[in-house]
C-alpha cells in the first residue's frame, strides 16, 4: 500500500502499467499489468452463485458475478463510466449445504490473500451424493476464477475424502497461478491445493 498511498510528487520508484508506466514490479518482464484481484468476497459470492445489478443511464441490467470481471488488470471490472453495482443477489441454498472460505497470507487477517479458496457443497435428498458444488479462487489471476473441472468432478459422487482430496487435487492442476508478492508458482499451486481440500471438507462438515 505504501506504493499506491504516495503522490507523484513524493514517488520513490517509477510509476506500474497500473498507475501509467511501463513495467510490472510483480513480473519485471511482463508487458502488461499482471496484478492479482485479491477480494475476499468475490469467490464467495461465486460459489453462491449470486448475481449482480448493473444500474447506469440507460437503465437496469443483471448478470452472474462472474461476467462483471474482465480479466483485464488495468480494468478489472465490466462497469462503464455510467454505471455502478446497485444490487447482489442470491438465492437461497435449498436442502443440505455447507460452505468455507480458506485464505493463506503470511499474517493472517489483516494481510491480502495469497490464495483465497471458497467451497459450497450441496447435498442431494439422500445426503450422500453430492447435487451441486462450487469451488472459486482469488489472489491468483487478474480475476477471481471457478474451478469448474473440480466442480464437475464432485457433482453426482457420494462424497469421501479421497474424492475431496482428487477435486482438491484438479483444482490446483486447472487453475493457471500468476505468482505475486514472492511466492513461486509451483509454491502458490500447493497452497491451492492444500486450502482447496481444508475448505472442501469444512463444507462438507456444515452441510445439515
Not at 470481471?69 to 471490472?77: F, I, M, N
Not at 462503464?80 to 449445504?97: D, H, W
Request: net charge neutral; hydrophobic share 40%; proline share 4%.
Amino acid at each position: 500500500m505504501s506504493y499506491y498511498n504516495q503522490g507523484h510528487s513524493f514517488q520513490f520508484i517509477e510509476p506500474c502499467f497500473k498507475r501509467g508506466g511501463d513495467l510490472c514490479y510483480f513480473v519485471p518482464k511482463g508487458k502488461k499489468c499482471l496484478a492479482v484481484y485479491m477480494s475476499d468476497t468475490a469467490p464467495a459470492l461465486m460459489c453462491l452463485n449470486a448475481k449482480v445489478n448493473i444500474l447506469g443511464s440507460g437503465g437496469e441490467r443483471q448478470i452472474p458475478i462472474e461476467d462483471i470481471y474482465s480479466g483485464d488488470a488495468k480494468r478489472p471490472l465490466e462497469i462503464g463510466p455510467t454505471e455502478i453495482l446497485s444490487q447482489i443477489n442470491i438465492a437461497k441454498l435449498t436442502g443440505s449445504a455447507g460452505w468455507a472460505y480458506k485464505k493463506f497470507s503470511l499474517r493472517g487477517g489483516v494481510e491480502f490473500a495469497g490464495v483465497g479458496v471458497a467451497t459450497v457443497i450441496q447435498m442431494g435428498d439422500c445426503e450422500k451424493v453430492c447435487e451441486q458444488a462450487g469451488i472459486a479462487v482469488g489472489a491468483i489471476a487478474a480475476s477471481p476464477l471457478r474451478a469448474s473441472n473440480a466442480e464437475s468432478l464432485l457433482k453426482g459422487k457420494e462424497i469421501s475424502d479421497s474424492l475431496l482430496k482428487e477435486a482438491a487435487k484438479v483444482a490446483a492442476e486447472e487453475i493457471k497461478v500468476m505468482p505475486h508478492h514472492g511466492y513461486s508458482t509451483p509454491y502458490l499451486q500447493e497452497i491451492l491445493r492444500v486450502q482447496t481440500h481444508r475448505a472442501l471438507e469444512t463444507a462438507y462438515e456444515r452441510c445439515s
